[in-house]
């Protein structure tokens, strides 16, 4: 089991930008696919992005030409790029990994201010 900390939500106003990152605790060098979900209050756990060890990504329509993953697997991070924010944006922003077992990790709060 991989343990995953979640760092960079806050407030922003819409059309800001914000960095997230996940931190792992294990190498995530190969045979994964990390990613992020996101929560918004009363509303199903929505997936927002993946990227796979080889680097392949893909995003939900919602967040397409605005949000950018990446990963650095010698850090054993992986970050989501969030620009052109807007008030639908905000939710509580999760991070998982997955090689068979799904990991998550605890959350983090994005809030876009109109």
């Known amino acids: 089991q991989v343990q995953l900390v979640e760092s960079g939500g806050g407030l922003v106003q819409a059309g800001g930008s914000l960095r997230l990152s996940c931190a792992a605790s294990?190498?995530?060098?190969?045979?994964?696919?990390m990613g992020w979900y996101r929560q918004a209050p009363g509303k199903q756990r929505e997936l927002v992005a993946t990227?796979?060890?080889?680097?392949?990504?893909n995003y939900a329509d919602s967040v397409k030409g605005r949000f950018a993953s990446s990963r650095d697997n010698a850090k054993k991070t992986v970050y989501l790029q969030m620009n052109s924010l807007k008030p639908e944006d905000t939710a509580v922003y999760y991070c998982?990994?997955?090689?068979?077992?799904?990991?998550w990790g605890q959350g983090t709060q994005v809030t876009v201010s109109s």
């Open positions: 294990k190498s995530i060098s190969s045979g994964n696919t």
């Open positions: 998982f990994h997955d090689s068979g077992y799904r990991s």
């Open positions: 990227i796979t060890s080889f680097g392949s990504t």
